[in-house]
């Protein structure tokens, strides 16, 4: 399948920023932000 590279590119930018809204909408979730949290001091301890 041969894509034309503004295509690739398109896709390319619609699939980073879909990423970097489901990571949004994870930190708005208090308990994701305490596991988060925990698995640093976990790592770190």
Do not use: D, I, K
């Amino acid at each position: 399948m041969h894509m034309r590279p503004r295509t690739r590119q398109l896709l390319a930018w619609g699939a980073a920023v879909l990423v970097l809204l489901g990571v949004f909408a994870l930190y708005t979730r208090p308990q994701v932000m305490v596991a988060l949290s925990e698995l640093m001091w976990a790592c770190f301890n």
